[in-house]
Nanobody
Framework: VQLQASGGGLAQAGESLRLSCVAS???????????MGWYRQAPGKQREWLAT???????SYADSVQGRFTASADGGKNTLNLQMNSLEPEDTAVYYC???????????WGQGTQVTVSS
């Protein structure tokens, strides 16, 4: 399974950006995706979990983005979009998507997409 993240860029405080993550690969592997999630890592900080969509469809969020960020699987079960509203300079980071695969203990990570929010 490979992940392609897109949609990062520059924004001013208060604006919105929408990230997209698409998982591709052999159908048997795609069908074994158990969860998809978004994380971010700001310079000098540890990677931070943002949101996860599990196989059954339920989505959970970190407190830090609850109410501002919305994850959705608009493009199908192999996608996870992240609508980011009311952006703040503190949201500046590289954003990563990841998937968990049934039967595997190792998550798969995408290449990351940069989000920069200016004040």
């Amino acid at each position: 399974v490979q992940l392609q993240a897109s949609g990062g860029g520059l924004a001013q405080a208060g604006e919105s950006l929408r990230l997209s993550c698409v998982a591709s690969g052999p159908i048997p592997s795609i069908s074994r995706i158990s969860r998809m999630g978004w994380y971010r890592q700001a310079p000098g900080k540890q990677r931070e979990w943002l949101a996860t969509r599990i196989r059954a469809g339920r989505i959970s969020y970190a407190d830090s983005v609850q109410g501002r960020f919305t994850a959705s699987a608009d493009g199908g079960k192999n996608t996870l979009n992240l609508q980011m509203n009311s952006l703040e300079p503190e949201d500046t980071a590289v954003y990563y998507c990841s998937v968990g695969i049934l039967g595997s203990s190792n998550d798969i990570w995408g290449q990351g997409t940069q989000v920069t929010v200016s004040s």
